[in-house]
């Protein structure tokens, strides 16, 4: 699986983007998939997962209520809305697949990831 992320950018504070990461092949519903961010300097970090079916999501307390997560099976894409920005969401943000068989999977662990896009960078101006 190839993962292509896309729609970062530059925002005000408050201000919103769409985050697209479109995958490659013909089993993406196969893949519980994952938005991860990484700031200058720090490690790592969970945003946010969605299972297979889409039908189950798990969000980083830091992000709940402003951000989700989505995906288009059809369109082997998935999507972070991002609402409500602030300067402490300025990072790259990373999206992930890995397989598994249970359709209401989430993962938050990013060393259970098999693959990853090449990162995107959301930039929020206070």
């Known amino acids: 699986v190839q993962l292509q992320a896309s729609g970062g950018g530059l925002v005000q504070a408050g201000g919103s983007l769409r985050l697209s990461c479109v995958a490659s092949?013909?089993?993406?519903?196969?893949?519980?998939m994952g938005w991860f961010r990484q700031a200058p300097g720090k490690e790592r970090e969970f945003v946010a997962a969605?299972?297979?079916?889409?039908?189950?999501?798990y969000y980083a307390d830091s992000v709940k209520g402003r951000f989700t997560i989505s995906r288009d099976n059809a369109e082997n894409t998935v999507y972070l809305q991002m609402n409500g920005l602030k300067p402490e969401d300025i990072a790259v943000y990373y999206c992930?697949?890995?397989?598994?068989?249970?359709?209401?999977?989430?993962?938050?662990?990013?060393?259970?990831?098999?693959?990853w896009g090449q990162g995107t960078l959301v930039t929020v101006s206070s």
């Open positions: 092949g013909r089993t993406f519903g196969t893949y519980a």
């Open positions: 992930a697949a890995v397989y598994r068989g249970n359709v209401y999977y989430t993962e938050r662990d990013h060393r259970a990831y098999e693959y």
């Open positions: 969605i299972s297979r079916s889409g039908g189950n999501t």
